[in-house]
């Protein structure tokens, strides 16, 4: 065993030539939580900055005047949620400016989603959502679609994320959190990048170049001018002048990182958590190790370039090399002995059920409308979509690797419940135009839903003498259920829409309330509505039979 560990090992090794020249790629970038510490409002406002000094808007502001300053510099964008605020704030001038910077491709925007979603607990149709809110507004602003998939602060990687990846026509995955100890073998062993194959079914169709980060995600140490680090300087008539001794640590850095790859291309993050909120300090240090390490190739036996991730996977395929395939997950994550990251898989519990419950509502609603057939001059579409489009919003911060996750303070956790609410009553709104179009030939009713059916709770069947009940089935196949709404009292009669009356069941819930259970029976992607109404009672007649009964037993 051992011998064969250690052929493999030298069987890694062999492409790698510890003084190769290298073209290294400085990637200039910024990694917004969409939510944390601080709200995604506080987050892109700056506000709180006693929490944590961030300011999303301030970023892009930043980022687009320095990209301006010089034709050489290139920076990638990723999160959506803070990028359409922003966009809305702008003048036709400015908007015109940055679809020149992305059409130039110095503007870049990677994976694209309405936030970087978390892997384990999101569902698959709420990440499909989120990632086509994203990747619309980029098709209809830039008539561009991201290639790219990036991933650098998920708590570990799953075969499913990169399945949907590939067949939203990704080329590429990037990402940092894998265990340590996956780590510390791939560093040696220069397989920090490989294929995967994440789809049993789908095969080879659905391979994913991947590449894991080496070191997270953030700028070599020394280097994070964000944070404090000495800048650069290379001016011979002030003193402290440092250029040189910065350079050779930066070099140094690069050559390190290096040697846990196979090709002469180094990826260099330069950015971290809300970066570049002054994009002139990093962008001004970078262009000074840039001249003056190039100037000094000789030396360094390398080039620097600012570079996009499209632009390495382009260098790193010219390679021509083969790849090793893995075909399973990178789950559960580690950083340490003794330190898996796996009890966000179900804290947070009621935050992860709001958000599968809206996440239904949400598909629900989506369908009803866009397969009513109903005409624009019967419904006003731009509303019924505005409307819907609040939910979404809302499910898209959602996914967030902070939020649903469970991971995020509890304030934070708070606010992403509110906006679903906001979200889900939206989205009320919108059905009830809706199904009123579909169910009504003439006068239109205005519904009443029951958000609160699981403590029993529903205004409009506790109070009412008759009120009509109507069921939706979002499944493509009829189906027979067995409904539960809260009643007044013992009372009832529940009719179809043929008037055939049904056996209900009633019962007293923990908290004494009367709840009345029937069954429906609703065809695929469809409505029934069914009728609720007391029947009159008698209470003397009710007490003169419990006081005969009493005089009859000797």
């Known amino acids: 065993m051992k011998a064969l560990l250690l052929l493999a090992f030298v069987l890694f090794l062999s492409g790698f030539k510890a003084d190769q020249f290298l073209n290294v790629h400085v990637v200039p970038h910024t990694h917004d939580d969409v939510g944390w510490l601080k709200t995604v409002d506080q987050y892109y406002i700056g506000s709180k900055e006693n929490i944590q000094d961030a300011g999303g808007q301030y970023v892009i502001d930043s980022v687009i005047t320095s990209l301006q300053e010089n034709p050489e510099r290139t920076f990638i964008y990723v999160e959506m949620a803070y990028f359409t605020r922003w966009w809305r704030e702008q003048t036709d001038a400015k908007k015109q400016v940055v679809k020149q910077l992305v059409a130039e491709g110095r503007l870049e925007f990677i994976n694209g989603g309405w936030c970087m979603n978390d892997e384990a607990a999101t569902y698959y149709p709420s990440i499909i959502d989120q990632m086509t809110r994203g990747h619309l507004f980029l098709k209809q602003t830039f008539n561009v679609t991201p290639t790219i998939g990036w991933h650098i602060d998920p708590f570990g990687h799953s075969s499913s994320q990169a399945r949907l990846f590939a067949e939203m026509g990704f080329n590429a ?100 958590d809300f970066q570049y909120k002054n994009a002139n300090l990093n962008f001004k240090n970078i262009d000074k190790l840039i001249k003056y390490i190039n100037a000094n190739s000789n030396k360094y036996n390398m080039k620097l370039m600012y570079s996009t991730p499209s632009r390495y996977i382009q260098a790193v395929n010219g390679a021509g090399l083969t790849w090793e395939v893995k075909t399973d997950d990178f789950f559960p994550y580690a950083d340490g002995p003794h330190a898996y990251w796996t009890g966000y898989f179900t804290s947070r ?72 609410s906001i979200g889900m009553y939206s989205a009320y709104d919108a059905m009830s135009s809706v199904a009123s179009v579909l169910l009504a030939k003439n006068k239109f009713p205005t519904f009443t839903f029951c958000p609160q059916l699981n403590i029993s709770s529903c205004a409009a069947t506790e109070t009412a003498g008759f009120v009509s009940i109507v069921a939706h089935n979002p499944l493509g196949y009829a189906r027979t259920e067995t409904i539960r709404v809260p009643v007044p009292s013992d009372s009832v009669v529940i009719t179809d829409s043929n008037q055939n009356i049904l056996p209900v069941q009633i019962s007293q819930d923990v908290l004494g309330k009367k709840v009345a259970y029937f069954e429906v029976q609703i065809p695929a992607f469809g409505l029934s509505t069914y009728f609720m109404k007391s029947k009159p009672s008698s209470p003397s007649k009710s007490k003169r039979s419990l006081l005969e009964k009493r005089q009859s037993r000797p």
């Not at 994913?208 to 680090?229: I, L, Q």
Request: glycine fraction near 6%.
């Open 173 to 272: 995955f990037f990402f940092s959190r894998i265990d340590y100890q996956d780590y510390r073998l791939r560093t040696s062993q220069q397989r920090m990048e490989l294929v995967w194959r994440p789809s049993p079914s789908l095969g080879s169709k659905a391979d994913m170049f991947t590449s894991v980060n080496f070191g997270g995600y953030g700028p070599p140490p020394g280097f994070c001018f964000d944070c404090g680090d000495d800048p650069i300087q290379d001016d011979p008539e002030l003193f402290d002048m440092n250029v040189d001794q910065k350079s050779n640590d930066f070099a140094s850095a690069i050559r390190n990182e290096a040697r846990s790859f196979r090709t002469n291309n180094v990826m260099l993050y330069m950015g971290s």
């Open 349 to 420: 519990s009621s935050l992860k059920h709001y958000e599968r419950f809206t996440s239904s509502l949400y598909h629900s609603v989506d369908q009803l409308y866009s397969l009513s057939g109903i005409p624009s001059k019967a419904i006003d579409p731009s509303k019924i979509i505005q409307k819907i489009g609040v939910l979404g919003e809302a499910l898209g911060v959602a996914q967030h690797h902070d939020a649903v996750s469970g991971t995020e303070k509890q304030a934070v956790a708070f606010d992403y419940a509110k906006r679903l």
